[in-house]
């Protein structure tokens, strides 16, 4: 019987490391096959309709996306992958990755924070978006990932990690389990 692989969330706002990170950890996984969903491609399959993800009305658009990559990677999980999941996923919208935990799928959640500074610096120098709303849109999520209550114990900080710092930190957080979601 092929082994059940794991989903592993890398999550935090715009600027924190997720896709460069989460790229390689999946490169580098222990598993024999490994997946990167960058969240993020997952809105832009949708053609009408779309509504830009911060903004309030797109909460039924957000969730509709969320379960939909959330099917994609028990799918992959099921196939003995190790998934990667890389995007915005607050606590806010931990719900349906709960669910997941009680079907018995091990899911680990890790979210990366930098300090503002450092994070608008890297998100500002990248962006597709116009400054004055990058700015505003980084500042917004940046605060949504702050004080997080019981999920502080869930946070790497990047700020003064080099990438290289920041894939081994995670790995060893992935090895001991210890950003495991349990319900």
Known sequence: MMKQGRMIIITGSPGT???????????????????????????????????????PESQEQNIIVIEAFLEAAKRFARGGYDVMIDGIVGPWFLDPWLKTVRENYEVHYIILRASKEETMKRAINRSKLDEVTNVELVERMWEQFNNLGHFESKIIDTTNQTIEQSVSTIKAVIEKKSSLLTI
């Open 17 to 55: 490391g997720k896709s460069t990170i989460s790229s390689i950890v999946a490169k580098e996984s222990n598993f024999t096959k490994s997946v990167h969903m960058h969240t993020d491609d997952f809105y832009h399959y949708i053609r009408k309709g779309a509504i830009p993800p911060f903004l």
